[in-house]
């Protein structure tokens, strides 16, 4: 690891929340820096690079028990978005750093790999389900490229790197809680052993959080509960730390509004963007639902379209993660780091909504007749008993008859729920070597991981007689079995990385930097139960079976910092990253859900993974003027070089861009590179400790370098000409030039920090710039300014026998402003959807320590 200098210092403090104190942190592993106190700010051994760290506190100012993804967004660089205010909602979350997307970055919780946090995970968790909120010791962003020891196979952009907080010496108890808006509930308490043995060397902890929430648009509940423990043995020869973690949350889903973009006959006005702003669901009133909202056979108004409403939508998930690790002191300048890991997942993702809207996957399993029908005589889309005007074979009578008895076979409600459930089995190890051999620090490590997944999609029905069987709130597999399985996946998936690094200090003011990495992923995916023909949009033939070999041996990095005169530092990194594919065998970007065999193969024998090029820049500058008055800045520059884009093209956008019940298979397109450039500034400056005023301006413009056309074969191809324009002609799709759709040129992030005796003001505002909404850049959704208000007050010392007390009220989207917060990109040819910022929300949170 390197050490931390002054200059590589003032980047963290000019990218820190405003009234923290600023101090440098020794040179120490990761884990174990002093991630506890509060005034510091941890800095991680990438001095080549453009990294900060947050520390606990002020991830809690922003909001008590806030996600680790939330608590970065206001950095530079960095746009983290969702639909609730404490970035717990996975289905609608967003978060992009320098124009990658959220599942080509990297993950880990004190260096245990996270996966690439895509909704509906195959290999991973969120760090806010890894870990309790207030149990994080601090989040550190790499937003150019992640350090080469990084334990993920998917970190073409940058890292988020978790961290829980250590045992404290000192027996205590941590407590807090906190009441809000919409019957918000949250409650956290923490137990600390301090220091105990003979030596004093062990320490250790358990804590628990509850929370509870109804959403804000229905009546649903957001909630679970979350439980972490910690042992750390720190003694002469070595260190052992075992942490668990137990997490079992629900949270109910948003559903997007659907819009057309204009060449496909829509429009993109800002008012149409409010209409409908959200789309509630029915939960729990069942009644008025089925017969006031659907039709007798289950179909939706058909005046509402794609924006119809489902009765509900969750995900529900149950994690177990662990891990055990021993740094080893082989000598006083070499160690020796090994941890071993385990995590289980039980998931699962529930929408229940009309029949109708899925009557294509339904017909095919539960009506006798299907297979002898003729093509034009199956029913479409929400048109459940109703004859297609091109069928003769059938009567108008005979199509209502058949679509009363599809409802009988669902329950009789004319609702069915679709599942998507998961399982997850990773374990793996984690080892490195570090030694000081004169100027040099060496590190030689590895990381192994084997992962054993399940995806199965199921359908259960909606009795009439008893809606309490099917709640958000319950798998309805405890209720009653499934009326089909459409499919289940399958994937066995190893991986490798090795990588070595060589940090030498060159002369007092030059470090130099340099290594490699390999990354080797060999993945196998089968479906023990596959879809029958018809009931996915699509498929020819069944979903694709097979392996998928992906080995590069090398991906290399060198960087360098100049420190100038103790005020000024420069820097550089350059470094080539992979991402592999993914495993994933229920929908999404992956080989294994393309429409056909042959498209698998194609993959197989000629694909080639997402890479990319990443060269970064930058000075840091660290300045005071007399005693009161502090500067911190720094500006970054950086182009990337991101090759072979795999872009996933729904069969089926109006389901997928829609509520989400109904789905097809994807064609798996490569549009070819993207280049991007882009410049992050910021400064801190600082009033003594009375006031300080945080700014971060970011610019990025990211490019396709070519159009694309959607190949037979799956695999796709960029044309490498630009046709111009924004209508799709003869299937070449002029992407050409175009910006890259969901995230914005300019951003601009402020904080400011008023303290006074007892009392702290912070006021945080967030710019969001226009983003586009179409891979062809003619559908936009407006920018937005959010501003968000915490007024904390500390209880006096003789007041109440405690180490410490504070009562604090946070105010989230102060002016409630509404507007877009995740966009879903649609088909190239059709639609994309938007989710809508929550309203504002107010939180009261009283926490005490003693």
Not at 11 to 38: C, K, V
Not at 689 to 706: C, E, G, P
Not at 782 to 790: D, E
Not at 796 to 807: F, G, Q, S, T
Request: charged content about 15%; proline content about 5%; hydrophobic content about 35%.
């Amino acid at each position: 690891m390197i050490r931390s200098t002054s200059s590589l210092f003032a980047l963290a403090s000019a990218l820190l929340f405003a009234n923290a104190a600023f101090a440098q942190t020794a040179e120490a592993p990761a884990e174990t820096a002093a991630a506890d106190d509060s005034s510091t700010i941890v800095i991680t051994a990438k001095s080549t690079r453009s990294a900060t760290a947050i520390p606990q506190v002020e991830i809690q100012k922003i909001l008590p028990g806030v996600s680790p993804l939330k608590a970065v967004q206001t950095l530079p660089g960095v746009l983290y978005i969702t639909a609730d205010p404490w970035g717990y909602n996975e289905q609608n979350a967003q978060i992009f750093i320098h124009g990658f997307a959220g599942n080509q970055l990297g993950y880990t919780m004190d260096g245990i790999p996270l996966g690439d946090q895509s909704y509906g995970n195959y290999n991973g968790l969120s760090p806010q389900r890894a870990v309790i909120s207030e149990n994080v010791g601090r989040v550190v962003v790499a937003t150019g490229a992640g350090d080469l020891a990084t334990a993920s196979n998917s970190n073409l952009g940058g890292t988020v790197e978790t961290f829980s907080s250590n045992p404290l010496q000192k027996m205590g108890v941590q407590a807090a809680q906190t009441v809000g808006s919409y019957s918000t509930s949250r409650t956290f308490i923490r137990l600390d052993s301090g220091a105990f043995g003979a030596d004093g060397s062990n320490s250790a902890y358990i804590s628990a959080a509850r929370q509870h929430a109804r959403a804000w648009d229905f009546n649903g509940n957001q909630g679970g509960y979350q439980a972490n423990a910690k042992f750390v043995h720190d003694g002469k020869i070595g260190k052992l730390t075992f942490f668990f973690d137990y997490n079992d949350m629900t949270q109910p889903n948003e559903d997007a509004t659907v819009f057309f973009k204009p060449s496909a006959g829509g429009t993109a006005t800002p008012a149409q963007l409010y209409t409908p702003y959200t789309k509630p669901f029915f939960y729990p009133d069942f009644g008025t639902y089925r017969t006031a909202y659907l039709s007798p056979l289950g179909n939706s108004p058909a005046t509402e379209g794609s924006n119809y409403r489902n009765y509900y939508s969750d995900a529900q998930r149950t994690d177990y993660l662990g891990y055990i690790r021993y740094d080893a002191h082989l000598s006083d300048r070499v160690t020796l780091s090994t941890t071993g890991y385990y995590h289980h997942n039980d998931g699962a993702g529930v929408v229940a909504g009309p029949l109708g809207q899925s009557i294509t996957t339904a017909q095919p399993y539960l009506d006798p007749n299907y297979a002898s029908l003729p093509t034009n005589c199956r029913f479409g889309g929400n048109a459940n008993g109703v004859r297609p005007a091109a069928c003769t074979a059938l009567t108008n009578a005979q199509a209502a008859a058949a679509g009363a008895a599809l409802v009988a076979a669902t329950g009789g409600s004319g609702l069915i729920t679709r599942t998507t459930e998961y399982r997850i089995d990773r374990g793996g190890v984690i080892a490195a070597l570090n030694a000081e051999i004169g100027d040099h620090k060496i590190e030689l490590g590895g990381w192994f991981e084997h992962n054993s997944t399940t995806q199965w999609r199921r359908w259960y029905g909606v009795d009439v007689n008893n809606p309490a069987s099917s709640t958000p709130y319950i798998r309805p597999l405890d209720a009653a079995a499934p009326l089909f399985t459409q499919y289940q996946g399958e994937a066995r998936i190893n991986q490798l990385q090795l990588h070595i690094q060589d940090s030498w200090q060159a002369t007092d003011k030059l470090l130099v930097q340099a290594g490699f990495k390999t990354s080797a992923q060999w993945a196998n995916g089968w479906f023990p139960v596959q879809p029958k023909a018809g009931s996915l949009s699509g498929l020819a033939g069944g979903l694709p079976q097979g392996r998928i070999n992906t080995l590069r041996w090398f991906l290399p990095a060198f960087g360098a910092t100049y420190d100038i005169n103790g005020h000024e530092q420069v820097y550089f990194n350059v470094q080539k990253n992979l991402r592999q594919y993914q495993a994933y065998l229920a929908g999404g970007g992956g080989p294994w859900f393309t429409g056909s065999q042959a498209a698998f193969d194609a993959f197989a024998q000629q694909g080639k993974p997402e890479s990319s090029w990443t060269y970064e820049g930058g000075l840091r500058s660290r300045r005071n003027f007399g005693n009161d008055i502090g500067l911190e800045a720094q500006i970054n520059y950086y182009h990337v070089v991101f090759n072979n884009r795999l872009l996933a093209i729904s069969t089926n956008p109006g389901g997928i861009a829609g509520s989400g019940i109904t789905g097809g298979t994807s064609i798996l397109v490569n549009v070819g590179d993207v280049k991007t450039d882009g410049v992050d500034a910021a400064f801190t400056l600082r009033f003594g400790r009375t006031f300080s005023l945080y700014n971060a301006t970011s610019y990025n413009l990211s490019k396709y370098q070519s159009d694309y056309t959607s190949a037979a074969t799956g695999i796709g191809a960029a044309t490498g000409s630009c046709i111009g324009g924004y209508l799709v002609t003869n299937g070449v799709v002029p992407t050409c030039g175009k910006q890259l759709p969901g995230t914005p040129k300019w951003m601009n992030k402020t904080v400011a920090t008023l303290s006074g005796g007892p009392f702290e003001l912070q006021v945080i505002g967030d710019f969001v710039g226009r983003r586009f909404a179409t891979f062809t850049n003619d559908a936009s959704v407006p920018s937005y300014f959010l501003t968000s208000l915490r007024l904390a007050a500390k209880v006096p010392d003789n007041v109440l026998p405690l180490r410490k007390a504070e009562i604090a009220l946070n105010v989230t989207n102060l002016t409630d402003k509404k507007g877009v917060s995740s966009l879903s990109i649609g088909s190239a040819t059709n639609s994309y959807s938007a989710y809508p910022i929550a309203p504002r929300q107010w939180f009261l949170t009283l926490s005490a320590a003693y």
